[in-house]
């Protein structure tokens, strides 16, 4: 039930602590057995020493507890159909001993028993041997006794003991004693012997304070009552409240007790009532039988223990109720003095009882963990789910091992707390699993009782964790980690179980919650996070060989071969975690989706399959469309839900985008050679900037680190901070220095400045900027001076002209001849060194002008580098500005190779796309390209526009 409602991790966790608690409680009742009949029924049958020995008892319940187990073990092996006819021998004798107890109290109204007790001062009850000597009663307080079998006076046994050892400590310390009478008669307490006895001895000496009293004064009489309502919870060893008492002298409390500890001891009694769920597999009719069963039994033994509860409190004196072991009336049952016609009725009956309780925990526990086995939840309990001749065999035999381990443990009041945390930790489950479902209001929680509310049950489960740890704490807290260790092994093993179980549903509430809190308004700059959507390419073939039926019901995708191209950008997803945000990861398939449904969904497994190997926790998803750039459209558009949507796209690099864009059919087909079209790449990147999306490439990520043991980096990570972002670089770079692989790695930011800026200032407003955002980090300005020239750049114009006849012969078009690659550096290198230039823009104002106008449409007042003109005239791409632009980029890249060629990771700003297609989209990617040639790994950031990042906690 538990595990049908509450998810197979709780069920599993709450079964095996169910299945040890009864086990334990078989140990518990078998134990009891002994105790009843070593100590009541026949006390000469002690293999051991003497019974009334604490130790030598222990031995004796070892020994006859593991006979006892060895004839249960023997009954359940037989078969649960035999346990079930020698269960009405028991169920007879408790109903008998029931009866002659509700007798016994009836006749105690006018007849009571003859059961003397000697008390002291009427708070103090005394051991039976303390004051019978030799069969004869001296229960008073007077100094000398006399033996009549052999008529010689001696000291009386209790005088000795309350008032000897101040007499003694009087008498050696030779101090005259005054006369008189008891009132007026003086005590020397110099002390702290005298100080104790003397205060006993003068109570002691008064008249009539020790006398006889009957122990149960029955019905007629009203003391009992009235004195039993009041309580009386003692320490160890107390006889009052704050008072030692005379520990072979009097009956004295062995353990602290207070009223929730004795409803730990008192707890396991009761647990009986769920010994029909225990054999629900065995019931013709378990549904009707369990609820009608489990409601009859608490109602009758409820009734049955509140109402001895009462009886025995309005019959015995409160003194001899506390007497635990009968030390006051020599070691005899109560219970059965009390009953009527006979005792040895009562002795059979709790022998029995005890005795089949026991059989019954036995035959109900070996089912629980067959139960548990075949959920087939915990692995290593499979081989416990088998049966022999429908009797679970194996589960049987672990059952009575762990049962006798209780066993050799001994006293019965070791087994009671741990046993009281087992059930009640099960008993809180029932009642949560209950109240979840009517919560949730789940369709199929249909509870055929029509007056159940689901308060009822959260009051249950509260009940149960308050006592669970006012109790016993350290017990609860010993319950409590079980539960967590076996609940996370499973789902550490993956109890992959579909049983639309409650947890499910209250993840659904709690989900839409949270996402209607989510739509309200944006995230607070210091909650945001990036959400990743990562777009992946799948290379798909299709199978030609035959699969065996076998082949295709292990996997039903094994008709396709999918690769996912650049795994590691999962890796670098996972690193990124620390953030705690949306991870979705994404495929786009050229085709129609009612003829590629399925190869959708097999894309979709194989993503959430790389996912899982490189520990990236989150979703994937796949889509059909018509293109793949309509396909990407509309993953950026629509991927997410309500506010949990992702706010940072993260693409790969085209690594052959320059091929790309000469093959003659590159607009046909969107994916060439494995890599995303030049076309649909930038296409892309306009998508993501119109959705508002920060923007993440990742450039030479097949030499990105994986393994956190063999990879791990003690480099630099540096950050060419060039145009402010909202604070994205410093944010991605804090999220991986926290993943194993890169803490080791020293962060160092570099910022580019003029010759005459003031380079100074602003490396220290920089350092400041950092200490701020409590993230230490190396701070460099790097001046760029005004003459951007270099003698390699020089060289490269002497060959500009033989490449310009080749590509001519090669017979290519205008249009092409411009943007072949070699020949716009070539010229581009050798329009550097020309002295018309005009003095070179700043970077910091090349590229806020990039991103205005480098990047923009062709305008009769702003022509756009690189782009056709109104006219279709081939325009020249020889202008003094794209000149500049793009000498920049080589002349940022010289000094990025000269300070970050050896580091471990280089992030930096990238502007903004164009906004039209065309010849812009290769001119983009080849000013980035130019300024990040040479680098091993890089990360190419583009902000969404808002900050992200703050120096606030």
């Not at 964790?465 to 010993?478: C, D, E, S, T």
Request: glycine residues 6%.
């Amino acid at each position: 039930m538990i595990s049908r409602a509450l998810g197979p991790e709780f069920g599993g966790a709450v079964g095996i602590l169910f299945y040890l608690g009864t086990t334990v409680a078989g140990s518990m009742y078998i134990v009891g057995a002994v105790e009843i009949f070593l100590k009541y029924m026949c006390p000469q049958c002690t293999l051991i020493g003497d019974i009334e020995n604490q130790s030598d008892a222990f031995q004796n319940f070892r020994i006859y507890g593991s006979l006892f187990l060895i004839i249960i073990g023997l009954c359940v092996f037989i078969g649960i159909k035999f346990v079930s006819k020698l269960a009405p021998i028991s169920l007879v004798a408790v109903i008998l001993s029931v009866i002659c107890i509700y007798a016994g109290v009836i006749k105690s109204a006018f007849s009571p028993p003859n059961l003397p007790i000697c008390v002291f001062n009427e708070t103090r009850l005394i051991r039976y041997e303390s004051y019978v000597v030799n069969k004869q009663s001296y229960c008073h307080n007077k100094r000398h006794c006399l033996d009549f079998t052999r008529n010689e006076s001696f000291v009386c046994p209790l005088w000795k003991a309350y008032c000897g050892p101040y007499y003694d400590s009087i008498k050696n310390k030779n101090y005259t004693l005054q006369k008189g009478d008891i009132d007026g008669k003086e005590y020397i307490t110099d002390d702290f012997v005298s100080q104790k006895f003397a205060h006993l001895c003068r109570f002691f000496e008064m008249e009539d304070s020790v006398k006889i009293k009957q122990g149960i004064p029955g019905m007629s009489s009203s003391e009992p009552i009235l004195a039993n309502l009041k309580p009386s919870y003692l320490d160890e060893n107390e006889v009052l409240p704050g008072v030692k008492g005379l520990q072979d002298v009097e009956i004295l409390n062995n353990d602290l007790t207070s009223f929730l500890i004795l409803v730990g001891i008192y707890f396991p009694s009761v647990t009986g009532i769920m010994a029909g769920s225990n054999r629900s597999g065995d019931l013709k009719d378990p549904s009707r039988s369990i609820p009608r069963g489990t409601i009859a039994a608490v109602l009758v033994t409820s009734f049955i223990y509140l109402s001895n509860v009462f009886t025995f409190a309005a019959c015995v004196d409160g003194l001899l109720l506390r007497d635990k072991f009968g030390d006051s009336i020599d070691k005899k049952l109560l219970v059965a003095l009390l009953s009527w016609p006979n005792k040895w009725i009562i002795m059979f009956g709790a022998f029995f009882s005890t005795f089949g309780a026991g059989m019954q925990s036995l035959t109900g526990a070996p089912r629980l963990l067959q139960a548990v086995a075949n959920d087939d939840i915990i692995p290593f309990l499979k081989p416990f789910s088998k049966s022999y001749r429908g009797e679970p065999f194996r589960a049987s035999i672990l059952t009575l091992f762990f049962c006798w381990c209780g066993i050799l443990l001994g006293n019965v009041d070791y087994l009671n707390p741990l046993i009281t945390m087992f059930f009640l930790m099960c008993y809180g489950f029932i009642n949560m699993a209950c109240a979840l479902q009517t919560i949730l209001k789940t369709p199929n929680w249909r509870p055929r009782y029509k007056y159940y509310h689901w308060s009822l049950s959260v009051l249950g489960l509260c009940l149960c964790l308050l006592i669970m740890f006012i109790v016993k704490w350290f017990y609860a807290i010993i319950a409590v980690m079980i539960a967590i260790v076996i609940y996370k092994y499973i789902e550490f093993k993956g109890a992959e179980k579909e049983w639309g179980d409650g947890i499910q549903g209250l993840s659904m509430s709690a989900a839409r919650y949270s996402l209607l809190k989510l739509e309200e308004s944006p995230p607070h700059v210091k909650n945001w996070r990036p959400q990743i959507l990562l777009l992946a390419k799948c290379d798909i073939r299709k199978n030609d060989i035959v699969l065996k039926k076998d082949d295709v019901d292990n996997n039903e995708y094994q008709e396709y071969d999918i690769r996912v191209q650049n795994p590691n950008n999962f890796a670098f997803a996972s690193q990124l975690k620390a953030g705690k945000g949306l991870f979705v990861s994404a495929t786009v398939i050229k085709g129609d989706y009612i003829k590629d449904s399925k190869l959708a969904k097999a894309c979709k497994s194989k993503l959430k399959d790389i996912m899982d190997e490189y520990k990236a926790k989150g979703f994937s998803d796949s889509l059909v469309a018509t293109s793949i750039e309509a396909g990407i459209c509309h993953l950026i558009q629509t991927e997410g839900l309500g506010g949990l949507r992702h706010n940072t796209i993260v693409v790969n690099w085209p690594e052959r985008w320059s091929k790309d864009f000469f093959k003659e059919n590159s607009k046909e087909n969107e994916y060439v050679d494995n890599t995303l079209s030049l076309s649909s790449f930038v296409q892309t990147l306009r998508f993501c900037s119109v959705n508002g999306s920060a923007l993440i490439i990742t450039k030479g990520i097949d030499t990105w680190p994986v393994n956190t043991k063999t990879e791990v980096q003690n480099g630099t990570i540096d950050l060419w901070w060039i145009i402010h972002d909202g604070g994205l670089l410093l944010l991605i770079v804090f999220l991986l220095k926290e993943h194993k692989i890169w803490q080791k790695c020293k962060l160092r930011v570099f910022t580019v400045a003029r010759e005459n800026e003031h380079s100074v200032q602003i490396k220290n407003d920089l350092l400041q900027y950092m200490y701020h955002l409590r993230i230490e980090a190396e701070v460099d300005v790097i001046e760029m001076n005004d003459a951007e020239i270099s003698a390699y750049t020089y060289e490269k114009t002497l060959k500009l002209q033989e490449r310009e006849e080749l590509v001519r012969s090669m017979k290519l078009n205008e249009k092409r001849s411009d943007v072949e690659p070699q020949i716009l550096l070539d010229r581009l290198r050798r329009n550097s060194v020309s002295k018309n230039i005009e003095k070179p823009e700043s970077i910091h104002e090349q590229l806020n002008k990039l991103n205005s106008n480098f990047l923009q449409p062709f305008t009769e007042t702003n022509q756009y580098t690189f782009s056709v003109n109104k006219e279709n005239s081939r325009p020249s791409i020889f202008q003094t500005e794209t000149i500049r632009k793009m000498h920049s980029a080589v002349e940022l890249n010289k000094k990025i190779l000269e300070k970050s060629k050896d580091s471990s990771l280089v992030l930096m700003n990238i502007p903004a796309p164009p906004k039209n297609q065309g010849t812009a989209d290769y001119n983009y990617l080849t000013y980035i390209n130019a300024a990040t040639e040479g680098l091993n790994r890089v990360l190419l950031v583009r902000g969404s526009g808002r900050e992200v990042i703050t120096i606030f906690s």
